[in-house]
């Protein structure tokens, strides 16, 4: 599946991409959230599992009238635990780890900030996980996913449509890199997806990529690591690394990366 062929629904401040397998279907969808949110929603026989939950209340609405002729599952919340006004009747999967996030670990903290941040539109109610679940396949709604535990919670593939799921990728943008030897484990992690030949990488910021953007992520990362040992400082780190990417977004993300690189 070419990560461009789909069909667009726009909706009232988000738009749905839908991607037709056949049998299956996803459904990307494109909040438009001051956070760049994406949330994707599987769907089979008129059965459907969602990954992650949006987080801003009028996107919590628009989704759930999108979805409202649609008999919803499950909802996997990974890295997203924020948002629990939407569908709360729906059963939630999350491994421990994911859970222990988003209410003691850093994914609480970031609630806190977006709650400072945005204040009345984002909800920062966190979902209660009813079902725990493990590494390994689960079956939810008729559909398979394969489950990874990763250090913050857990990566999703959806083997019916050669597909997986992570935090972020973003090919064009900035990440958040926690020094040398986080970006190895994420070049690490990005490589197996090539050498698995995934059709579509999923991320939680960005629209559908493809093993091309993760190539391009990949040699990214190998020269973030050249310039840091080559910078005596964060300010030089960010110059040159502004200077040979200045297209990418995420300035933030850059700001973060020098912290910990020069910590």
Same mark, same amino acid.
């Given at each position: 599946m070419n990560k461009n062929t789909f069909t667009t629904v726009k909706l009232a401040k988000g738009e749905m991409n839908i991607y037709d397998f056949g049998s299956i279907k996803l459904h990307a969808y494109k909040t438009n959230d001051f956070i760049?949110?994406?949330v994707f929603i599987v769907e089979k026989d008129g059965r459907a599992v969602i990954i992650e939950s949006p987080c801003f209340f009028d996107n919590n609405r628009e989704l759930a009238e999108y979805l409202k002729d649609v008999e919803v599952e499950g909802m996997l919340i990974a890295y997203h635990g924020a948002g629990a006004t939407f569908l709360p009747e729906v059963p939630k999967y999350a491994t421990q780890n994911a859970a222990d996030y988003s209410t003691n670990g850093g994914? *609480?903290?970031?609630?806190a900030n977006f709650t400072n941040a945005f204040g009345?539109?984002?909800d920062n109610s966190i979902h209660k996980i009813t079902q725990v679940i493990g590494e390994g396949?689960?079956?939810i709604g008729g559909i398979d996913f394969v489950i990874k535990q990763t250090a913050e919670a857990?990566?999703?593939a959806i083997?019916?449509?050669?597909?997986v799921y992570t935090h972020m990728l973003g090919h064009d943008c900035h990440s958040i890199v926690a020094g040398a030897n986080h970006a190895d484990g994420i070049i690490a992690e990005l490589s197996s997806y090539?050498? *698995?030949g995934y059709d579509l990488i999923l991320t939680s910021h960005y629209t559908p990529e493809?093993?091309?953007d993760a190539q391009t992520k990949i040699d990214y990362l190998e020269n973030l690591k050249k310039i840091a040992a080559n910078c005596a400082d964060s300010d030089s780190f960010k110059a040159e690394v502004q200077k040979q990417y200045p297209a990418y977004s995420g300035q933030n993300y850059l700001d973060m990366t020098a912290g910990f690189f020069f910590a």
């Open positions: 760049d949110d994406e994914g *609480k903290a970031l609630v009345e539109t984002f396949q689960v079956t857990f990566d999703i083997p019916e449509i050669n597909a090539i050498e *698995k493809d093993l091309k």
